[in-house]
């Protein structure tokens, strides 16, 4: 199935905290936009290699609007900085998506964790437990109260939300809401590494859920060594030489595939894998994913073997 893709214009730029500038989009002619589901993210095309992912944060119920809010950070690779400095309401921007390897999943009861930026495929998320009648909380974390975004927002759901600035209460009290976790359970969290890392190690199994925006440390790290890649639709194989990402070989080979991050985030490049073990190094898969084999992300993972059919 080919994605969409389009060009929609910048309709509106907001302030949504210190740092954080939040941007609806719309179609020109004003055809309704794609469905999606909370946990969803779009890629969003600023220029020539300048191609970024957003998650949707808005109201999946209007069709006629997505929004994104995008952090300024300092010593980043020049997306936000574009979108901050250059980016203005009646540009257009091109866009390809949407797509979700964050959904949430039904649940009795959830218990969500954000930090700074991380609250934006959150928001969506806890509209849909409050909608779906799920018991639920949010325990949301940043730097100071005013770098965080859409606390305005999460004010309607009362004392369901804590808003726990470091600046006012130090790190997040994860044992509150990590340490007796009640069957049924599903706990969702997004945000900076640390935190990330802090959740995974602290959450019972089987229980969390989350999404990175960098990878995962030593993830895309491994033995390098040459193997080759048969493009099943074509019948050619192309060698994938140590030291070189299976996206690149094939591409260097005249293949045209669709890809974003090269970094194994994103999952645009997540490719069916017909035949071969893959050497999963995304931070995209859950490990359940990755046992069955049946796809991997082109862009970062190898093969633990000689040979791999993918389906391009």
């Not at 609007?65 to 690779?77: D, H, M, N």
């Not at 964790?113 to 949301?140: N, Q």
Request: with cysteine; net charge negative; aromatic share 4%.
């Amino acid at each position: 199935m080919t994605p969409y893709e389009a060009e929609l214009v910048v309709d509106r730029r907001e302030t949504a905290a210190d740092g954080v500038l939040a941007l609806t989009l719309r179609h020109p002619l004003g055809e309704p936009l794609p469905v999606w589901e909370p946990g969803a993210h779009i890629d969003v095309v600023l220029g020539p290699g300048l191609e970024r992912q957003y998650s949707l944060c808005g109201d999946p119920a209007d069709r006629q609007v997505w929004r994104i809010a995008v952090l300024r950070e300092a010593g980043g690779r020049g997306g936000s900085a574009h979108v901050h400095g250059e980016l203005r309401s009646g540009d257009k921007v091109r866009v390809r998506g949407p797509r979700n390897h964050f959904p949430l999943e039904p649940a009795s009861r959830y218990r969500f964790v954000a930090g700074g930026i991380g609250i934006t495929p959150i928001l969506p998320m806890v509209a849909a437990a409050e909608v779906a009648g799920a018991e639920w909380t949010l325990l949301y974390g940043g730097r100071t109260r005013g770098t965080m975004a859409f606390t305005r927002e999460l004010g309607r759901y009362g004392d369901r939300v804590t808003i726990a600035p470091e600046e006012e209460s130090g790190l997040l009290d994860l044992a509150s809401v990590l340490d007796d976790v009640p069957e049924g359970t599903l706990v969702y969290c997004c945000g900076p590494a640390p935190l990330l890392d802090a959740v995974e190690a602290r959450c019972p199994a089987g229980v969390l859920r989350l999404e990175r925006f960098r990878p995962k440390e030593a993830a895309t790290t491994g033995p390098e060594t040459e193997f080759e890649v048969v493009l099943a639709r074509s019948g050619r194989t192309v060698a994938v030489p140590a030291g070189v990402s299976v996206l690149d070989a094939i591409r260097a080979a005249g293949v045209e595939v669709l890809f974003s991050c090269t970094e194994g985030t994103c999952g645009t490049c997540e490719t069916d894998v017909v035949e071969g073990e893959p050497d999963h190094r995304d931070s995209v898969l859950t490990d359940e994913e990755r046992a069955t084999g049946e796809t991997m992300l082109i862009c970062v993972s190898r093969c633990r073997g000689r040979r791999l059919v993918l389906d391009l």
